[in-house]
C-alpha cells in the first residue's frame, strides 16, 4: 500500500526535502537495520525530538522502504502519531495511520533489547483496552520509563523517558515539583550529549513554568543553533523569553519558525506557522506595535488551508481577539461574529470556541449590554460540560474562571459592586492556580489584570496598581499593566 495513504500527510510532507543538517544532530540509535534505514531512523528520531511529527513520520517510511524488517521504523511511524506534550488527542487519521504501524511493528522481532523496550513502549500507548487518551497516554509513559531503567545508559531512551514525565505531570506545585525533577535529569544528561536536540527541547519544556523560567534560559539560548531549519526548534525558545517578557527575541524566533514552517508546508499549512504567528502577535503587541501584530493575524486569516490540530485551533482563535482586548476594543468584541475560520472543525476544539465567547461576553458587559454578556454566560457553561465530558479539566477550569470573569462585569454593569469584586477575585485566582498551557504565550486577558481594571473603575487606585503588579509577576513586561502603572 502508499506509504502516505492519508491525503492530509501526503499534501503536508508534499515534495519535501530535508536540509542535511537536520540528520546530523547528536541522535544515534543503536538498530540492527540495514544501513540505510538506520541512517533513516536517527533522522526522523531527530525530527520526533524536534516535535517535527510529520516530517518524522517520512524520515521512518523511507526507513521502511529501505529496510521492511526494520522494527525501529515501524516504531517511528506509531511514535509520530500521537503527541505527548501537546493538548489534545491525535486525529482519527494520526490514530489509524499510528494502529496500522503498532500492528505491524507486534508482527516483526526488534533487533536488540533496546529495541524491544522501545517498541514496547509504543505498543503500550497503541493497546485496545484503554478507555480514552489519558489512559493511552498514561500507559505509554510508564512504559517508556521502563525502556529507560532497562537501558539506563542510551541518550534517547532516558530522554523519552524524560518526555513522558512531562506529559503526565499533574497540574499545580505538585507539577513544578515533578518538572523540577525532570529538568535536574536533563540537565544531567545535557552534559553528557550537549547538542542532542530531546534534551535541550525537553528542558524548555520543564521550564517553562514562572519558578523554574531562569533554568530555561541556557537551554533557550542555544536550541535554535542545534536544530536551526526545524520549526518547532526555532519557536521553543520563545516559550522562555515570553516568561521573561524578552518580546524582541520572541519575536524574532517565531518569525523565523513561521517562515520555516511555510517553506516546508506542502498543500497544507503547518499548524507550527499558527503557532508561531500568535506568540508573534502576543509579542507585538507588548511592544506597542498593533499595526504589525494586525497584519500578521489578517494574513494567517486570508490563508484557508491550515492543518486541522488543537495548535492549529488555537491560534487562529486566539489571535484576533488578542487584536481586540489588549487595545481595549470592548465594542468590537462584543460584535465578534459566531463565525470563526472554516478550514477548522470548531466542534472539535470547544476550547477555542470558550475563549471567543469569553471575549464576546467580556466586551457586552463592558459596553452595558448584559443580554449579549448573559448569553455568552449560558455558552460557556454549555461549552465548560461538553470540556468536562472530553477530559480536558485544565481547560475546564479555565472556562470557569472566564464565566466567573463575565459575570463579574454584569454585576459590575448592574451596580453589584461586591459581588463583582468578589467573582472577579475568584477568577484571577483560579487562572493563576492553573496557569498557563504552553500551547499559549499567555491568556487573551489575564483575569488579574481584569481585577485591576475593575478596581481603578470604583475608584481603589492602590489595590488596582497592586493587581497589575501581581500581573506582572506572572507575565512579566505585559504592555497593558505596565500602562496601568505610569
Not at 31 to 46: F, K, N, P, R, Y
Not at 207 to 214: R, S
Request: overall charge negative; glycine content about 8%.
Amino acid at each position: 500500500m502508499p506509504r502516505f495513504s492519508d491525503p492530509t500527510v501526503a499534501a503536508l510532507v508534499g515534495a519535501l526535502v530535508l536540509p542535511a543538517s537536520l540528520a546530523a544532530q547528536a541522535v544515534d540509535l543503536p538498530t540492527m537495520c540495514a544501513t540505510e534505514a538506520d541512517s533513516a531512523v536517527d533522522e526522523g528520531l531527530t525530527l520526533l525530538h524536534n516535535m517535527m511529527y510529520i516530517e518524522a513520520e517520512a524520515a521512518f517510511g523511507r526507513a521502511a522502504t529501505a529496510d521492511p524488517d526494520c522494527a525501529m521504523a515501524q516504531w517511528g511511524i506509531a511514535m509520530a502519531n500521537f503527541h505527548p506534550l501537546w493538548p489534545g488527542a491525535p486525529t482519527e487519521a494520526e490514530t489509524a495511520r499510528g494502529n496500522a504501524a503498532a500492528e505491524r511493528l507486534a508482527t516483526m522481532t526488534p533487533g536488540s533489547d533496546l529495541e524491544q523496550a522501545l517498541a514496547d513502549a509504543a505498543a503500550a500507548f497503541y493497546a485496545p483496552d484503554h478507555d480514552g487518551y489519558p489512559a493511552r497516554l498514561a500507559a505509554w509513559a510508564e512504559a517508556q520509563r521502563t525502556a529507560h531503567a532497562q537501558n539506563p545508559d542510551d541518550i534517547d531512551a532516558a530522554a523519552l523517558a524524560a518526555l513522558a514525565r512531562l506529559a503526565t505531570a499533574p497540574g499545580g506545585a505538585e507539577g513544578i515539583e515533578v518538572n523540577t525533577g525532570v529538568g535536574d535529569a536533563l540537565d544531567a544528561l545535557h552534559a553528557r550529549a550537549p547538542e542532542h536536540p530531546g534534551v535541550i527541547h525537553y528542558a524548555i519544556h520543564a521550564y517553562d513554568n514562572p519558578p523554574l523560567k531562569e533554568r530555561g534560559l541556557p537551554y533557550a539560548e542555544i536550541y535554535d543553533k542545534v536544530a536551526p531549519e526545524a520549526a518547532h526548534a526555532l519557536h521553543m525558545p520563545a516559550h522562555i523569553f515570553t516568561r521573561t517578557g524578552d518580546w524582541a527575541r520572541s519575536i524574532d524566533l517565531n518569525r523565523r519558525s513561521a517562515e520555516a514552517a511555510l517553506a516546508t508546508s506542502g498543500d497544507v499549512i503547518q499548524s507550527h506557522y499558527v503557532h508561531a504567528i500568535d506568540y508573534m502577535v502576543y509579542g507585538h503587541l507588548q511592544v506597542g506595535q498593533p499595526e504589525e501584530a494586525e497584519r500578521l493575524v489578517n494574513e494567517m486569516l486570508a490563508m484557508d488551508n491550515h492543518q486541522i490540530s488543537f495548535g492549529g485551533a488555537y491560534g487562529l482563535a486566539a489571535s484576533p481577539l488578542r487584536l481586540l482586548l489588549e487595545q481595549e476594543d470592548w465594542a468590537g468584541a462584543a460584535a465578534l461574529s459566531p463565525d470563526m475560520h472554516p478550514a477548522i472543525p470548531w466542534e472539535n476544539f470547544p476550547q477555542t470556541i470558550a475563549m471567543h465567547w469569553f471575549a464576546k461576553g467580556l466586551g457586552a458587559a463592558r459596553t452595558g449590554d448584559v443580554e449579549t454578556a448573559r448569553v455568552a454566560v449560558e455558552e460557556l457553561g454549555s461549552l465548560r460540560d461538553a470540556i468536562r465530558e472530553g477530559g480536558q479539566e485544565y481547560w475546564a477550569r479555565l472556562a470557569e474562571g472566564q464565566i466567573l470573569s463575565v459575570e463579574a462585569w454584569i454585576d459590575l454593569a448592574e451596580g453589584n459592586n461586591d459581588t463583582a469584586l468578589t467573582k472577579q477575585r475568584e477568577a484571577a485566582d483560579l487562572e493563576d492556580e492553573v496557569g498557563k498551557s504552553p500551547v499559549t504565550p499567555g491568556h487573551v486577558l489575564p483575569a488579574r489584570e481584569l481585577l485591576g481594571d475593575m478596581l481603578s473603575a470604583l475608584g481603589r487606585s492602590d489595590e488596582a496598581l497592586g493587581a497589575y503588579r501581581a500581573t506582572l509577576v506572572h507575565s512579566p513586561n505585559r504592555n497593558r499593566s505596565l500602562a496601568m502603572l505610569d
